[in-house]
């Protein structure tokens, strides 16, 4: 059998470290060893370097044997236990006896691999009471402190208290993810590192990850000799994932970095504050150190502490606040607002918009003028920021400490407006009500020249090694916005929203109430219209073609002046057929008649027998037609006009044949997916038309053809289009030239 270590010897520096997968190291601590498991099998798969050591048996010895053969069955069966009850990476570690002597192990999976870390047990186990002592100690922090700062101190004191290290620090992160040591308790003789701030850059990005995964690490000795993990070579790439493994050994730059501050081991503790690392315990030894188990559980419980705690003590230091712009948002909020401009300059000065957020100025953009009031901006930079922002921000919300990270280019802002809230009051235009605060200027103590976080020295690029008091002055950057500030800011914003709404409902109502009175008022001129169309017009063309015709039977009418007289009588014929079918149109479009249920059958043969009286030379053949809701007057006008077209239309040497017909099922319109409609359809074998022409014959005054060659007024298809949308219905039309044309009819089912 071929064995092979799966040590990740990439090499590693702070070029690349940012890419470092730290959490396949291929190699543990020395102060335990390591087996893993497959699965189902229990086959040992994974061991590290050091079980001689240990168990007094090497890794060539375990590997590729089963856990039992090694163990035997009492362990076998004391692990199925352990991971049957789910305590994997619980509180409870697995006590074990293996090959005659004693272990605590932590057991976790990795993918397919149940890993085991075992720690000889040394020393005596906590007492029960010891337990209880530490545990109440730390409820009493509970009790007699009141902010969170004083919580942590007293926390700090009380782990290095119980774990003995040198210097307990709590480590707490800004948005970046610089830290700073909110709280410390160390050894006398030690310079403090209290109020000092770490860059981002010192705890990588996979670093954080993993903090967030696996909430305790430990270093025993950072001068430790990595010890390598062995596997059966039986296939490629072969690695194993330990980014919850507690023996998991340190990257190469991090035990630099730790070199460089003097540390000999550590212990951290993460912080998990709503799904994210609010901060660190970060315990360090200026020597090798270890802790049992069930101390690293002590100081871990102390973690949970402050987490459960970050929420109660933040809400009790912001109490005094919170109180103070409640009482401005209730005041300011009662101030009502009015479509007068007016309105909107009043409620800018009212003092409480101000306070509600401890703000020192306000600008407030509706319609396009800018109202201010305090330390802002100009006008025109207040129009700039509200489009600016609605283009940036998808016109939504946001506040910032610091705007110049936004508006680099506008360093000349910082010393009126350093920090903002901006709240979009429209969706559709940049309306937008925002807060300024000005610069604060601020000092802020490094541990070490932040800028110079990574040197370059013989060696090459290198952690820095220097971490003495540098001192930063931080421009351009306004006092943070407090949680009830920002909550309040937002509560207001929101409830002035809601007043412009009502104002432009309002204005908007106002408008159409306008344009509903003018539209009143064209409709009685139109209705004026319609009556001298339908009277007054008709009755001189009715005159003149009675003049007409009576001239046309003298006989002594020359044949110019019959063929004049002839013309003139046709002209005002065709005239008064328009007006006739104009008023028809206009009267269906303001018609009230009742719809009622009608037999389309029964209606389309009535119309076909009433058009082809006389004409034996039209055939009409109807079939079986639904019935639909409609207005049968309408509905007749429109079959006429249909088979009129299609009579008038016919070739000149082949007599018309029409058929009237429906589908058998309902279908949907192309437009009208959710609805079903009843087809009907109306086919000739007439001359047809161009599909290009299918929409636009349904316009008024649209014709296809001289007057001189087929009489009418343009207005019939369009009559038709009118009743079918009156219906709530649609036609269309399929045509070509020579080959016939097909109306289709769409009654909706339901109505």
Known sequence: MKLKDIVNRE?????????????????????????????????I???????????????????????????????????????????????????????????????????????????PVTTKPKEANEVYDHTSQFLSYMHTTQSLRDLCNLVAKGTREVTGYDRVMIYRFDDNYNGEVFAESCREDLEP??????????????????????????????????VPIFTVDDQHDKILDLGLSILRSTSPIHVKYLHNMGVGATLTISLIYKQKLWGLIACHHYSPKNLTPELRLVAQLQGHFITSQIDVRQANEEYEVTKKVNAAFDKIDTFNISEDPNSFAELVKQPELLSLCNASGVSLVYEGKVYLNGITPSKKEVKFLSNHFADKWGRTNFSTGKLMDMLPDYRGLCEKIAGAIYH???????????????????????????????????????????????????????????????????????????????????????????????????????ENMNWISSHDLQEPLRKMQLISSHLLSEEDVSDSVHHSLKRLNLSAGRMRTLLQDILKYTRLKYSDEDFKRTDLNTLAK?????????????????????????????????????????????????????????????????????????????????????QKYSESIFNVFTRLHLSTEYSGSG?????????????KGYITAKSSVGKGTEISLYFPVRQ
């Open 11 to 43: 090499i590693v520096n702070l070029t690349n470290c940012e890419q470092e997968p730290i959490h396949i190291p291929g190699s543990i601590q020395p102060h335990g060893f390591l087996i893993g498991l497959k699965e189902n099998s229990l086959l």
């Open 45 to 119: 798969d994974y061991c590290s370097a050091n079980t001689t050591e240990f168990i007094g048996i090497s890794y060539v010895e375990i590997l590729g044997h089963s856990f039992d053969s090694i163990f035997g069955a009492q362990a076998k069966k004391d692990l199925l236990e352990y991971i049957s009850q789910d305590k994997m990476l619980s509180s409870l570690l697995l006590k074990i006896r293996l090959l005659d002597r004693d272990f605590l192990c932590t057991v976790h999976k990795s993918n397919s691999i149940y890993i085991v870390e075992a720690e």
């Open 193 to 226: 590192f209290l109020g000092l701030h770490y860059p981002h850059t010192d705890i990588p990005p996979q670093a954080r990850d993993l903090y967030m995964k696996n909430l305790l690490r430990i270093i025993t000795d950072v001068d430790y000799t990595p």
């Open 424 to 526: 979009s009051l429209d969706i559709d235009s940049n309306d937008c009500i925002i807060w300024y605060r000005p610069e604060t200027k601020t000092e802020v103590n490094w541990a070490g020249d932040p800028s110079k976080s990574i040197i370059l020295d013989k060696k090459g690029l290198s952690p820095r090694n220097s971490f003495k008091l540098w001192k930063e002055i931080v421009e351009c950057t306004s006092k943070p916005w407090l949680q009830p500030e920002l909550e309040t800011a937002a509560a207001y914003a929101n409830s002035l929203q809601r007043q412009l709404s009502l104002i432009r409902i309002t204005q908007e109502e106002k408008k159409y109430r306008k344009l509903s009175e003018m539209l009143k008022e064209a409709n009685v001129e139109l």
């Open 606 to 690: 009535q119309v076909a027998n009433q058009l082809t009286e006389g004409n034996t030379s039209t055939k009409i053949k109807v079939g079986d037609l639904p019935e639909v809701m409609g207005v049968p007057f309408f509905l007749q006008q429109l079959f006429s006009n249909l088979i009129s077209n299609s009579i008038k239309y016919a070739k000149a040497h082949e007599n018309p044949i029409i058929e009237i017909s429906a589908q058998k099922h309902p279908v949907s319109y192309p437009t009208e997916l959710d609805e079903l409609y009843y087809v009907v359809s109306v086919k000739d074998n007439g001359i047809g038309f161009d």
């Open 715 to 727: 207005i019939g298809l369009a009559l038709c289009k009118k009743i079918m949308v009156n219906h």
